[in-house]
C-alpha cells in the first residue's frame, strides 16, 4: 500500500496540484510568490552552500507558515545560543512566513523547493541534511521518502490531532499511515494526540518512535511577549481601562462581533473597543466602519504606537506589531478567525491575562481546549453568545479576574517542552 500511494502521488496528485497552483498563481499573489520562490529555492541553496568552506551538522526546519515557525523559533534560539556549530537552515511553504520572518535565529531561510523527486535530490545534493525537523504538519511525500532513501533523520515536531480529525476516514488514513511510517520520531503535544496518532498507526508494523513533549510555542511565547516588551506596564487586570480588544477579525468575525459590540456600547458607556483587523487594507476598514455607523458609532482610524492610543469609543488599528503591547492594555479579548479559516493567537492575550473569546473554529489551536476548560477562554456560536458573555464578564468583575488567572495559568502550566524536544532531537 505505501508504494501504491507513493506511485500514485506522483503519477496523479503532485502533478495536479502543480498544474492548480500554477493556473491560480495567476490570479492570487500569495500563491504566485510562493510558485516563484519554489522556482529559485535551488539556486538560493547552491548559491549560499557553495560559499561556506566549512560546514559541520545541518539541520533543516520546515514550517509551513509564520504560526508554525514560532514553533521552532525556541529551538533555533537554544541551538544557536548552545549549539552553533549547528547551520540552521529553515524552508517555508507561505509568503506570510517568509516575508515576515527576518531574525538571526537561522543561517538562511528559503521556499520549499517542488515536491518533485529530482528537485529534492537536487536540494538533498547541496544541502547533506543531518537531520529534517517539520513543525506540525506540512509533510510532502517525496522529501520523507527521498529523506528515508538517503537515510537522513527526520522528526515531526507539535503534532495535534484533533478528536474530530479527517485522518480517520478509511482513505485518508491509509494514507497518513504510508507516510507518517516514513518518520524517524513524532513529538505530540498533549498525552491525547499521542493516543490517537497510535490508533491512527494502529495495524503498522514499523511506526515512528513516539513521544508527549508539549508545545514548545508557549515558551516562545512568554519570552517574545513578556521578557522582551519590557516598554509594556503589567499592571493588575482590573486597573486597566475598560477595553474590549478585538484581534485579527476576519469578515465573518465582524459580522458576529459588531452587532453586540454597538448593543453592549450603547448600554455601557465607560467602555471603549480597539479594533485589530486581520486585513488592513482599505476595503475591509471601510467596511468595519460602515457597519460601525449604521449603529451610531464613529470609529477612528488610528496607525500610530500603543502608547499613544487616542480615548475613543471604537478605535480601528491600522499598524502592524501592536497586537501584544494593545492586549496588556486591555481588559477582555476576542480573537477573530473562528468563523473563517480558524482562530489566530491565543497566546498572546492569555500571556497578558485577558478573558478570551473566539469562535468554533478552533481545532488549529489545541489550548483552545485547555482555555475552556480552565475558564479562561469561551466559545460562541453566533452574535448572541458574544452578547451573553460579554455582558457576564463586564457586570461580574469576579468573573474577569477568575477568566484572567486561568487564562494566564495555561501558559505557566505548558512551559519546558523546548528542552525536551531539544534534548530528543540532538540524542535522536
Not at 521556499?111 to 506540512?138: G, M, N, V
Not at 477595553?243 to 471603549?272: F, R, Y
Request: aromatic share 14%; charged share 20%; net charge positive.
Amino acid at each position: 500500500m505505501h508504494y501504491f500511494w507513493i506511485i500514485l502521488y506522483n503519477l496523479f496528485f503532485y502533478p495536479l496540484i502543480f498544474i492548480i497552483a500554477l493556473f491560480t498563481s495567476f490570479f492570487n499573489k500569495k500563491i504566485k510568490d510562493s510558485f516563484i520562490g519554489k522556482f529559485h529555492s535551488i539556486k538560493i541553496l547552491d548559491r549560499y552552500f557553495s560559499s561556506q568552506e566549512h560546514l559541520n551538522k545541518v539541520y533543516w526546519f520546515h514550517v509551513s507558515s509564520l504560526g508554525e515557525f514560532y514553533q521552532i523559533a525556541p529551538i533555533l534560539s537554544f541551538l544557536k545560543k548552545n549549539n552553533p556549530q549547528i547551520t540552521r537552515i529553515v524552508s517555508f511553504s507561505s509568503p506570510s512566513g517568509y516575508n515576515n520572518v527576518k531574525n538571526e535565529l537561522y543561517h538562511l531561510k528559503f521556499y520549499l523547493p517542488f515536491d518533485f523527486i529530482w528537485s529534492i535530490i537536487s536540494a538533498f545534493k547541496i544541502i547533506k541534511p543531518d537531520k529534517i525537523i517539520f513543525s506540525s504538519y506540512d509533510l510532502w511525500p517525496n522529501l520523507l521518502f527521498l529523506s528515508r532513501y538517503y537515510n537522513i533523520t527526520t522528526i515531526l515536531t507539535s503534532l495535534r490531532i484533533p478528536s474530530v480529525s479527517k485522518k480517520n476516514n478509511i482513505i485518508l488514513k491509509s494514507f497518513y499511515q504510508s507516510f507518517y511510517r516514513l518518520l524517524n520520531s513524532i513529538y505530540t503535544i498533549t498525552s491525547n494526540d499521542e493516543a490517537r496518532l497510535r490508533s491512527l498507526m494502529n495495524g503498522v508494523e514499523e511506526i515512528p518512535d513516539i513521544y508527549t513533549l508539549g508545545n514548545p510555542r508557549f515558551d516562545f511565547v512568554k519570552d517574545e511577549f513578556e521578557q522582551k516588551n519590557v516598554d509594556i506596564p503589567k499592571i493588575d487586570i482590573l486597573k486597566r481601562k475598560d477595553t474590549i480588544i478585538i484581534a485579527s477579525s476576519h469578515e465573518e468575525d465582524d459580522k458576529v462581533v459588531i452587532p453586540s459590540l454597538i448593543k453592549l456600547l450603547n448600554l455601557n458607556s465607560g467602555w471603549n473597543v480597539l479594533y485589530v483587523p486581520h486585513d488592513l487594507d482599505p476595503k475591509p476598514i471601510e467596511n468595519i466602519k460602515k457597519q460601525f455607523n449604521k449603529g451610531g458609532i464613529k470609529p477612528v482610524l488610528f496607525t500610530g504606537n500603543h502608547k499613544d492610543i487616542p480615548n475613543q469609543k471604537v478605535t480601528i488599528i491600522r499598524s502592524i506589531g501592536l497586537l501584544a503591547n494593545l492586549y496588556w492594555i486591555s481588559k477582555i479579548s476576542y480573537v477573530g478567525g473562528g468563523f473563517s479559516t480558524g482562530i489566530h493567537n491565543l497566546m498572546e492575550p492569555a500571556i497578558a491575562k485577558l478573558p478570551i473569546i473566539f469562535g468554533p473554529r478552533n481545532q488549529n489551536a489545541p489550548e483552545a481546549e485547555q482555555l475552556i476548560n480552565n475558564r479562561g477562554g469561551f466559545l460562541i456560536q453566533n452574535s448572541n453568545d458574544f452578547f451573553l458573555i460579554l455582558d457576564k464578564l463586564i457586570k461580574d468583575e469576579k468573573r474577569i479576574i477568575k477568566a484572567s488567572q486561568s487564562s494566564r495559568s495555561i501558559i505557566e502550566s505548558n512551559l519546558g517542552a523546548t528542552q525536551k524536544i531539544i534534548k530528543k532531537i540532538l540524542d535522536g
